[in-house]
């Protein structure tokens, strides 16, 4: 089984353009989440989809972050104008939503370097 | 708000020895517990989990025990193997919500 897919994988990019990153989950997975990960530090979510409805956005900076997930698998984060301080590792996760503990499985990240 | 905290950014062990990780947390509500691993270049995946009705559970090398009254959780690894080598984050789950401590950097010597 395919796990959770990430691209593009690095980004370099100077402040004040704009970046996408991509994400698909694994299959027949309803939740995706996207997380934030600064060095030395843990994963802090972003947003949390159910299928096609974001239903917990609350630490995304909405005034230069957007996410999409049109049809309820695929998703995609934007950051737009990106600022120096967006440099950190951009981490997808998916997870069935069983009862019980949410075990989410991760992709590789998209590292952003913003210059 | 750090509601999870792992107190040590390091651990060096012996191959063959236990390693012994630990993390505290804050909010009471907190119903499952996790550990996660990561590699270098890749993104984190599960290793064991532990209810909040539990005080412990095991999964071959891997063992979590929970204090509650102390709010705090360890994970034993025994016996330590090369490929342990890694970071691990403990993690709490409520409300569809799991919050991550810091992490801690366990080197397996040889």
């Known amino acids: 089984e395919a796990g959770v897919v990430q691209s593009p994988r690095y980004k370099i990019i100077e402040k004040k353009q704009p970046v996408a990153f991509w994400c698909n989950p694994i299959s027949g997975h309803n939740t995706l989440y996207w997380y934030l990960q600064n060095l030395g530090q843990g994963p802090e979510l972003l947003i949390r989809y159910e299928n096609e409805e974001a239903v917990d956005d609350s630490q995304l900076p909405k005034d230069r972050f957007s996410a999409e997930r049109l049809k309820g698998v695929d998703s995609t984060l934007k950051i737009q104008p990106a600022e120096l301080g967006d440099s950190a590792v951009y981490l997808c996760?998916?997870?069935?939503?069983?009862?019980?503990?949410?075990?989410?499985?991760f992709g590789p990240g998209t590292r952003l370097t913003v210059l | 708000d750090q509601q999870v905290k792992q107190n040590s950014p390091s651990l060096s062990v012996q191959e063959g020895r236990i390693s012994i990780l630990n993390c505290d947390y804050t909010n009471s509500m907190f119903d499952y517990f996790l550990w996660y691993k990561k590699y270098p270049a890749e993104g984190p995946t599960f290793l064991i989990s532990i209810s909040s009705i539990k005080d412990k559970n095991e999964d071959g090398r891997f063992t979590v025990f929970l204090n509650k009254s102390a709010k705090h959780l360890s994970l034993h690894i025994v016996p330590s193997q090369p490929g342990d080598s890694a970071v691990y984050f403990c993690?709490?789950?409520?409300?569809?919500?799991?919050?991550f401590g810091a992490g801690t950097t366990v080197t397996v010597r040889a």
């Open positions: 993690a709490a789950y409520n409300d569809y919500k799991l919050s």
């Open positions: 996760a998916s997870s069935a939503r069983t009862s019980g503990a949410d075990t989410q499985y």
